[in-house]
């Protein structure tokens, strides 16, 4: 019976080609689905077909066998990449049929000669151990995201007003990845000083084997609750997913930061140098919740006993197709604080977003 209906996937699978539709899924509960598969990530796969106005988004562990000619990149959960074609052999097991990814992009732009082949190997791998699929022939938008956050509140009591704003942009190539964000509160009221808050970051990772990773990462901060004009840090270091799947990630990361600040007052600005080591984890098969958290810590190596933290919580809720609501908060520490600031500041924010 498994044989037959993996016959009929690959049947259709070659009928549909004519007309674009060369990827099939069938599911655990029999239905199949004839299209084209544009991406998988976070344990949910994307598909366009013919007969919808909107993609069908579909959980990963529910495909049970899947046909297509299209070439991906495909990551695993060891941490190994691969660019090449995807197909099951049954519906626990799969052969990428792997190629030269820089042939292969030649070929797509037109520019691979005719006595050039791919060059490439066959790999059988459990789908389970698939955690990101796309396709190579999407473009620069398909390996594009981004994210806003917008969220207001005005108090009639002492003419209370708030605004803050979050966003994110992130490219995924085939070797490396690279994401930037910037947030920022405004608060005033009455009779108090205004509130101001501003932090942006920027950061390159390459992928290594075995889920390692090397990093740089660019940071930056301006807090009116700490009296920091701005503190720009510049960190370099290695990292590696200890957990890789398609229901959470789990890594750390450590290396050295060069700290330097300067601020609101007459305190002279001062640089440093720092370790750091740090940890994410990331969940996102808990329904339509996600949960995302990572902790910073920065002992000083130029600084007597100066030991800075920076930690981050979001859950996000999915509510209406690329529309959700976030609860987050994010809280900076630092022991040697300037004179006339504080220790700690934090932020509690509701926002409504949007993504890509």
């Known amino acids: 019976m498994k044989k037959g209906l993996l016959f009929l996937v690959f049947v259709l699978a070659f ?18 689905i004839v299209g084209e598969i544009k991406s998988m990530d976070k344990g949910v ?46 519906s626990i097991r799969a052969e990428i049929d792997t190629y030269d990814p820089e042939s292969i992009l030649r070929s797509i732009r037109g520019k691979r000669t005719e006595t050039e082949q791919p060059i490439g190997g066959k790999e059988l791998v459990n789908l389970s151990e698939i955690v990101y699929l796309n396709a190579l022939d999407e473009g620069f938008w398909s390996r594009l995201s981004a994210n806003i956050d917008l969220g207001w509140s005005i108090t009639k009591a002492n003419n209370l007003t708030q605004f803050n704003i979050r966003s994110g942009l992130g490219y995924l190539a085939d070797r490396w990845k690279a994401s930037s964000s910037y947030n920022s509160l405004r608060s005033t009221q009455d009779e108090v000083a205004d509130v101001k808050r501003t932090d942006g970051s920027f ?79 990331n969940l996102y098969d808990i329904g339509d919740l996600t949960l995302l958290t990572n902790l910073m810590a920065y002992p000083s190596l130029t600084e007597s006993n100066r030991f800075r933290t920076d930690f981050k919580l979001d859950v996000k809720y ?24 504080t220790k700690l500041d934090y932020i509690f924010q509701t926002t409504v977003g949007w993504e890509l």
Not at 15 to 32: A, V, Y
Not at 249 to 274: A, C, H, K, V, W
């Open 45 to 90: 796969l994307t598909i366009e077909t013919d007969y919808s106005d909107s993609d069908f988004k579909v959980t990963w562990g529910e495909i049970r066998e899947i046909a297509s000619k299209t070439k991906y990149l495909i990551t695993l959960s060891n941490g190994k990449r691969y660019n090449g074609t995807l197909n099951s052999i049954d």
């Open 203 to 281: 950061a390159f990772n390459y992928f290594l084997p075995k889920d390692w990773f090397l990093l740089y990462n660019f940071t930056y901060l301006s807090n009116t609750e700490q009296l920091i004009k701005s503190r720009v840090g510049n960190q370099i270091g290695l990292g590696k997913y200890l957990i890789h799947t398609n229901k959470t990630y789990f890594g750390f990361q450590t290396g050295i930061n060069l700290n330097s600040e300067s601020y609101f007052d007459e305190t002279p600005s001062r640089n440093s140098g720092e370790a750091m080591i740090g940890a994410e984890l």
């Open 318 to 341: 999915d509510f209406l197709d690329d529309f959700y609501v976030k609860v987050g908060t994010t809280m900076n520490f630092d022991n040697q604080p300037i004179e006339g600031a």
């Open 15 to 32: 009928f549909f080609e004519s007309s674009g539709q060369t990827d099939s899924l069938l599911l655990s509960n029999g239905n199949l």
